[in-house]
């Protein structure tokens, strides 16, 4: 783009400098990307297709005699602020507001119109979509014929309601318009929710719900929204039963020693009410789990009378030994 006359070496290197940088944000004269994108810009500025390449003109040659004079940095920031006040200039209020208000009343009657679907769906299936998100798309599903038994693919209309536990989707005949059943996907049988987004291989956008069966069900025709929708639902509820295994349950902790405890099972063996082998198997678990046991201190008052038990048994080994008895008959332990 040979915009400026040719000057000193410095005015030179500014020439180039705003050149490079009009090159990548108004483009040539040829129809490439970055010339198209401009014409967007002009147009979102509420600028009238009719006038927009004399703007760019206007553009160029302001840019121009600004960087020439400097009056004007050849910097993408420098130029960029000042195309946007150029443009600023030449936009057409009447023609923002008018295209406020197109899309002011698009919205309204895409709301109406849903509104009305709404209650249409309302009385012919029996369900209630009030505060619940919901939206049409189409299902595809593979089944088996009654005559040939051969998969068949099938496509009906659907209406997808996202519950907090489930996706529940109403079918509709697409050709007969007629109730074709009702289904829910709960969430604890989902292991994943995908997404494809159109492009060469995918002539519309869809959502794939993969089950922990090894099924795979499929909605056409839903944008990218909608498909958050869907995710979000899911992940919440994947986070709140998550939330819930991880609260520690609260157990019961017995400040009793290793000593008490062995103490009671001796008393239930002594009494019949524990077997050999019961008592032996409780005695390993109780050793083991308490290889050196400290007795805790006990304050003793001196003129208080303390009465020795009618029956004793090792501490090292839990059994039965006889009154005044210095050593355990069992495993030989000093008492």
């Not at 500014?14 to 040539?28: P, S």
């Not at 004079?69 to 030449?90: M, S």
């Not at 289904?183 to 922990?212: C, M």
Request: glycine residues 4%; contains cysteine.
């Amino acid at each position: 783009m040979a915009l400026f006359n040719s000057g000193n070496n410095e005015k030179k290197q500014r020439k180039k400098q705003a050149e490079k940088i009009l090159d990548k944000t108004v483009g040539g004269l040829m129809p490439s990307s970055t010339r198209i994108a401009f014409f967007q810009r002009m147009g979102a500025k509420g600028i009238k297709a009719s006038k927009q390449e004399k703007v760019r003109f206007k553009v160029l040659k302001t840019i121009k005699n600004e960087v020439e004079n400097y009056e004007l940095e050849p910097t993408t920031e420098a130029i960029n602020q000042r195309i946007d006040q150029i443009l600023n200039e030449n936009s057409n209020p009447e023609v923002l507001e008018k295209r406020r208000e197109k899309i002011e009343v698009a919205s309204e009657n895409a709301k109406n119109k849903k509104l009305i679907k709404k209650n249409e769906i309302e009385e012919k299936f029996g369900v209630n979509l009030t505060n619940k998100q919901w939206f049409q798309c189409s299902i595809e599903e593979v089944k088996y014929s009654t005559f040939s038994n051969q998969p068949q693919r099938n496509i009906d209309t659907a209406y997808v309601i996202i519950n907090e536990d489930n996706f529940e989707i109403i079918k509709e005949s697409v050709w007969l318009k007629s109730n074709m059943g009702t289904r829910k996907l709960f969430f604890y049988n989902i292991t994943s929710v995908d997404y494809d987004a159109r492009g060469r291989l995918h002539a519309s956008s869809s959502v794939i719900i993969n089950t922990k069966s090894a099924e795979h069900v499929q909605l056409k025709f839903v944008n990218k929204e909608n498909f958050d929708l869907m995710n979000n639902a899911y992940e919440s509820y994947l986070e709140k039963t998550h939330n819930v295994q991880q609260v520690p349950v609260q157990q019961n902790i017995s400040t009793t020693s290793a000593a008490d405890e062995l103490l009671k099972y001796a008393e239930l063996y002594e009494k019949g009410l524990l077997t050999k082998e019961e008592f032996d198997l409780k005695k390993s678990e109780l050793l083991s789990n308490n290889q050196n046991i400290d007795e805790q201190p006990v304050s003793i008052d001196e003129n208080e009378s303390i009465e020795e038990p009618l029956i004793k048994f090792c501490s090292n080994c839990g059994s039965e030994i006889e009154m005044g008895s210095k050593f355990c008959s069992n495993c030989g332990s000093k008492l």
